[in-house]
């Protein structure tokens, strides 16, 4: 079983740029969310999706992120303008439903430096 | 606030040797509370899930608890191996609901010595 796809692994961008990150999460999870880790810290949720439908973004920085699931399969997660505190590493997950105790299917990241 | 704590410090142990990890909680009622584990440049793995009503759940080398009373789960690794080392990170699902998420600690490094 394929896991969960991420491009690009790395991203090195000035401040004020933009920048997106694609996902592919595991064929037939209808969740799929995305997390920011900054260095040292536990990821934390940015969106959570259920199909193409949002079920949580309270906690994305809607003035500058933004994100979409257009077919309710793969996703893209954009910044725009980045900031020096946006460097961090950028996980996509995937899951079978949006149920309590879920598990949690991870990709390796996007590591995102801004300068 | 809600707050999920994880052993402040690196844990270093020798080979052979049970490892113990922490995952406190406040103002949380969760209903399932999960442990990952995350190898550098990486993401996390999932390992373990116990529910509300389990005391305990075992899987091969691996055994977690859970006191809700305490709001405290231990995860354990016995008869530990240097390929153990790696960031353990428990989740919190805060609700039963079809809304569920999982919330992270920080969690903590652990190093297995030969």
């Known amino acids: 079983e394929a896991g969960v796809a991420q491009s690009p692994r790395y991203k090195i961008i000035e401040k004020r740029q933009s920048v997106a990150f694609w996902c592919n999460p595991i064929?037939?999870?209808?969740?799929l969310y995305w997390y920011q880790q900054i260095l040292g810290q536990g990821p934390k949720l940015l969106i959570q999706f259920q199909n193409n439908g949002v079920v949580d973004d309270s906690q994305l920085p809607k003035d500058r992120f933004s994100a979409e699931r257009l077919k309710g399969v793969d996703s893209t997660l954009k910044i725009q303008p980045a900031k020096l505190e946006d460097s961090a590493v950028y996980l996509c997950a995937s899951s079978l439903s949006a149920g309590g105790g879920e598990k949690l299917f991870f990709g390796s990241g996007t590591q995102l430096s801004v300068l | 606030s809600q707050k999920i704590e994880q052993n402040s410090e690196a844990l270093n142990i020798q080979e052979g040797k049970t490892a113990t990890l922490t995952c406190n909680y406040t103002?949380?009622?969760?209903?399932?509370l999960q442990w990952y584990r995350q190898d550098p440049g990486r993401g996390p793995v999932f390992l373990l899930l116990i529910r509300e009503n389990e005391k305990e759940k075992r899987k091969e080398r691996l055994k977690v608890t859970f006191d809700t009373t305490l709001k405290q789960s231990l995860f354990h690794i016995t008869a530990s191996q240097p390929a153990d080392s790696a960031t353990y990170l428990c989740a919190l699902d805060s609700t039963n609901t079809n809304a569920g998420k999982s919330t992270f600690g920080d969690g903590t490094t652990l190093t297995v010595k030969p």
């Open positions: 064929s037939g999870h209808a969740t």
């Open positions: 103002n949380y009622s969760p209903a399932y």
